[in-house]
């Protein structure tokens, strides 16, 4: 008969080695620990004070290559400053350009050209560089950089008729060719021209049947059987507020050319 013999636990000399070794292990990380935090302090000190333990110089050969001045002062660093604007000007471009809109222009600050309308004989300033359609008693003028249009044109009415109706019934035929519920009158009453007439103006909006957006500004000048029209139309809405004052600007320099009889210069 076989009996199992217990296993044996280790002795306690095998206990006292493994604790030897670990303090050993211990001691030799906490002198390397000492030994890094002298040495630390033995090179930085000749930069912060006078004092070079070592005696090797090391603050004159740093200052040799980066004077210590520069790190106690950036901005004594030759072209800092400059470094500096061109940083702030790279940010100010990036947020003008994505997260802050710019400041609408001016249709004041616009350069203005003249229009002599011999046909119909009258004069009135529009914007310079715009590009210009005549066509019998009509023209066109389109602005380069936009869908944005100027139209002037002059048509005859029926004896008595008002400038208040002759907008009507253009608005009329606006909201046919709208698409149902998007056309809107957002602003109408009379109007003060410089010249002989009474005059009507409307504001108004609408989504066409290809789904087009388009605002529009419509002033009608009445006067006998003669009807003056002025149009502006564009598609972007925050613009609105800009071409009212281009409208203010192309009514307010509305003038009467004399009438040029045959064979006559002006």
Do not use: H
């Not at 040799?64 to 940010?91: A, V």
């Amino acid at each position: 008969m076989s009996i199992d013999t217990p296993p044996i636990p280790p002795g306690e000399g095998s206990k006292k080695k493994n604790n030897n070794l670990l303090w050993g292990c211990l001691i030799a990380l906490v002198l390397a620990l000492v030994v890094l935090c002298c040495g630390t302090t033995l090179v930085v000190m000749p930069l912060v004070t006078d004092t070079d333990p070592l005696g090797l110089g090391i603050r004159e050969r740093i200052e040799q290559i980066i004077p210590l001045e520069y790190l106690e002062d950036p901005s004594s660093i030759p072209g800092f400053e400059e470094y500096l604007d061109d940083e702030n000007l790279s940010e100010i471009d990036e947020v003008d350009s994505g997260q802050v809109p710019q400041s609408p222009k001016s249709a004041w600050d616009l350069p203005l050209s003249v229009f002599y309308f011999t046909d119909i004989n009258t004069s009135f300033f529009y914007p310079a560089g715009w590009e210009v359609e005549v066509e019998g008693y009509s023209a066109s003028f389109y602005e380069p950089d936009s869908y944005s249009y100027l139209y002037v044109a002059e048509y005859p009415v029926d004896p008595g008729t008002r400038a208040e109706d002759v907008t009507a019934e253009f608005l009329e035929s606006i909201q046919e060719d709208a698409q149902e519920g998007s056309y809107q009158l957002l602003d109408s009453g009379e109007y003060y021209v410089p010249i002989p007439g009474e005059a009507y103006q409307a504001l108004f909006e609408w989504v066409d049947s290809d789904g087009y957006y388009t605002w529009a500004y419509d002033l009608e000048i009445v006067s006998g059987e003669s009807n003056l029209m002025v149009f502006m139309s564009g598609e972007d809405p925050e613009e609105i507020d800009y071409y009212r004052d281009l409208l203010d600007i192309i009514a307010d320099s509305l003038e009467l050319m004399p009438e040029i009889e045959s064979g006559e210069d002006i």
